[in-house]
């Protein structure tokens, strides 16, 4: 079901709505698709905290990356 919305853009959200239609979309266009791309954003970071909380988490993985990063550090050169 499609609703309508109002919005008052600033300067930097008008510049951009300007450059999307100069790209060929519509408002309607620009707007939806810019919608959905911000929250597909910020489900993707919200996801990827999530593995990154869990890898921390993880005592096998822990120490495997212990292991890498002692194996690399044996392998540099000196200083």
Do not use: Y
Not at 49 to 73: G, I, T, Y
């Amino acid at each position: 079901m499609a609703h309508a919305i109002s919005i008052r853009l600033d300067d930097e959200a008008d510049r951009a709505l300007r450059t999307l239609e100069a790209a060929g979309m519509t408002r309607s266009e620009a707007v939806r698709s810019s919608l959905i791309a911000s929250a597909d954003r910020l489900r993707r970071r919200s996801e990827l905290a999530a593995e990154v909380a869990a890898l921390e988490a993880d005592p096998d993985d822990r120490r495997e990356m212990q292991l890498v990063a002692d194996l690399m550090e044996s392998v540099r050169a000196p200083r």
